[in-house]
C-alpha cells in the first residue's frame, strides 16, 4: 500500500523541480558526480564517457537491461508519484471547495501604504491517502463545525473526480472513510476447493480470495437483478462443496440446475418437489437436534454429520406459487408453513449444520419475511442496484454505493464491512464436466 501525499495548497515549482532532479538522477549522476570530485576536466569528462558507454552497452543485452531499468523505475518512479501526489491533491481541493467542505476565513491585510485588503484564506480538512493496485482510501478529518450529513450528500463527488467507483464510505467520531476503486480486480479462475475446511470461495476482493466462513456466519442470501450473474455465482459455490457433504437444489426456473440430477443430485423443479425438500432440511434439523440432545453434544460435528446444504435458486417463484389459502384445521396457509420451516431452518441450522443459500431476483417482504432474511448472515447483492443494496444492508450501509457490473457483486459477512469482489464467468457446460469429473474421481477412490 502506498502513500499519497496531500498538498492543501498547490505545491511550487521547487518542489516539482526537486522531484524531477531525484527521478532523472541515475542519468545525471555519471556526468556530475566525476566533475565535482574530479578537478582535472578531461579525466572528468572521460570517466564519464566511460560511464555512459558501459550503460549503454549494458542495455544492449536483454537480461543486464532489465537492472538498468529498474534503477530508472526505482528513481523515476518517485517523480511520478510526486505528479499523481498533486494530480489527486488538486482534484481533491477542487471537489471539497466545490462540495462546500472547506472553511473560508477572511482577514483584513493593511498593506506597507496603509491600505487594507481583505483575503480569504482557505483551510482544507486534513486527510490521509493511500493506495493499492485497486482501490484509493482517503480519510478525511471533519473541520470543526461540519455535520455528517454535510459529508454524507457529498461522497459521491470524490469517486467523479477522480474517475472511479465508490464502494464503501463510513462516517465516524469526525473521520470520514472513503474507498475508491479505480483498477480492476482480476477473477479469472474458478476456484476448486481441495481442503475440507468449513468455508467456500466467493470470489476475489482487492485484498485476494473473499471467504466465507459457513460455520461462524450461517445461511447466504444472494440478491441480484436478472442477467447479473446469479446463476453464474451459485455455479462458483456449487463446485466447492465436497462430495461428501450433502447438497440439495430448489430450481424455481427449472432450467439451470436439472442437469445436475444425471449427476446424482437431488434437484427440485417444481412445487412439491420444493415443498419435499425444504421439509426434508428442517426434519434433518430436528434429527439432528435430537441426537446431540441424547449425546449431550452442540455441534453436528460432533455427531459425525457432514454440512447440509440446501440451495434456492429464484425462490420468489417457488414461494410465490405456494398456496395462501388458510388451512381449517391449523389455521395456516401452505406458504406460511413453508416459510414458518424455513425461519427454522435459518435459526436452528447452525449447530446442526444445515445451510440455507437463497438466492432472489428481489427479495420482497411478503416473500421474504425481515426474520428470515436476517438470518442469513452472508448477505451478497450481485450487480449493486439500489434498492437490491438497501434490501440486503440496509438504507445506512449501503447509501450511495456505486453500482458494479457485470461479474462484480458486494458481500457483507456478519457484521463486517461491506466488501467489493468479482467472481469468474463459470459457463454451465464447464461446470458439469468438472462435477462429472470431481464425482468420477471420488466414485474411484
Ligand atoms: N463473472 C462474470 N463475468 C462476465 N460475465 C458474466 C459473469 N457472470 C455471468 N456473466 C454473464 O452474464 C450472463 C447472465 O448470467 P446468469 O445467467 O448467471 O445471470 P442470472 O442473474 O442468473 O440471470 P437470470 O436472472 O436470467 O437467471 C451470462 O451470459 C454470463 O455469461
Ligand atoms: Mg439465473
Given amino acids: 500500500m502506498k502513500t499519497i501525499t496531500f498538498y492543501q495548497k498547490k505545491p511550487g515549482v521547487f518542489r516539482f523541480m526537486g522531484w524531477l532532479s531525484y527521478g532523472i538522477t541515475p542519468w545525471l549522476a555519471p556526468l556530475i558526480l566525476p566533475l565535482a570530485i574530479i578537478s582535472d576536466r578531461s579525466t572528468a569528462g572521460a570517466i564519464s564517457f566511460i560511464s555512459y558507454s558501459s550503460i549503454a552497452i549494458i542495455s544492449t543485452f536483454p537480461d543486464s537491461r532489465k537492472a538498468v531499468h529498474s534503477v530508472h523505475q526505482l528513481f523515476w518512479g518517485q517523480f511520478r508519484h510526486h505528479l499523481l501526489s498533486r494530480q489527486v491533491s488538486k482534484r481533491l481541493r477542487e471537489t471539497l471547495l466545490h462540495a462546500g467542505l472547506v472553511k473560508k476565513e477572511h482577514r483584513e491585510i493593511t498593506g506597507s501604504e496603509g491600505r487594507t485588503r481583505r483575503q480569504e484564506i482557505l483551510h482544507y480538512p486534513c486527510a490521509q491517502i493511500h493506495k493499492d493496485k485497486v482501490n484509493i482510501y482517503i480519510q478525511f478529518k471533519m473541520i470543526p463545525g461540519q455535520t455528517e450529513q454535510e459529508w454524507e450528500r457529498k461522497v459521491n463527488a470524490f469517486a467523479h473526480s477522480l474517475g472511479s467507483s465508490l464502494i464503501s464510505f463510513q462516517i465516524s ?11 480492476e480486480i482480476k477473477a479469472n479462475s474458478v476456484t476448486y476447493k481441495t ?30 437483478p436478472t442477467g447479473t450473474g446469479k446463476s453464474t455465482f451459485i455455479r462458483n459455490l456449487l463446485v466447492q462443496l465436497r462430495s461428501e457433504w450433502i447438497v440439495k437444489v430448489a430450481d424455481g426456473k427449472q432450467v439451470e440446475f436439472t442437469h445436475l440430477q444425471d449427476l446424482g443430485f437431488d434437484v427440485a423443479t417444481d412445487t412439491s418437489g ?19 440432545e441424547t449425546q449431550r453434544k452442540n455441534h453436528y460435528s460432533q455427531i459425525n454429520e457432514k454440512p447440509y446444504f440446501l440451495v434456492i435458486d429464484e425462490a420468489i417463484y ?25 425461519r427454522d431452518i435459518s435459526l436452528r441450522g447452525r449447530a446442526a449444520g444445515v445451510q440455507l443459500i437463497m438466492i432472489f431476483q428481489r427479495p420482497d417482504s411478503t ?4 426474520v428470515i432474511r436476517d438470518n442469513l448472515t452472508a448477505k451478497i447483492v450481485l450487480g449493486g442496484s439500489e434498492t437490491a443494496l438497501e434490501m440486503a ?15 462484480h457483486g458486494y458481500a457483507c459477512i456478519g457484521d463486517g464491512r461491506i466488501e467489493l469482489f468479482r467472481f469468474p464467468d463459470y459457463a454451465q457446460s464447464k461446470f458439469l464436466d468438472d462435477l462429472e469429473q470431481q464425482r468420477s474421481s471420488v466414485a474411484i477412490q
Avoid at 177 to 182: A, K, M, S
Avoid at 323 to 340: A, N, P, V
Fill in 195 to 224: 481442503d475440507t475446511d468449513h468455508n467456500l470461495a466467493l470470489g476475489y476482493a482487492t485484498g485476494g480470495k473473499l471467504t466465507w466462513d459457513f460455520e461462524h456466519f450461517p445461511h447466504a442470501l444472494i440478491i441480484g
Fill in 367 to 370: 416473500f421474504m419475511p425481515t
Fill in 318 to 342: 417457488l414461494l410465490e406459487a405456494l398456496s395462501t389459502k388458510k388451512d381449517k384445521e391449523t389455521g395456516q396457509s401452505e406458504r406460511e408453513r413453508i416459510l414458518g420451516l424455513l
Fill in 393 to 407: 444492508f440496509g438504507r445506512d450501509k449501503s447509501k450511495q454505493l456505486d453500482s458494479v457490473t457485470l461479474g
Fill in 173 to 183: 467520531r469526525g473521520i470520514v472513510e472513503i474507498t475508491l476503486q479505480y483498477g
Fill in 274 to 292: 420444493f415443498i419435499r425438500l425444504v421439509e426434508e432440511a428442517q426434519t434433518e434439523v430436528d434429527q439432528r437436534f435430537k441426537t446431540m
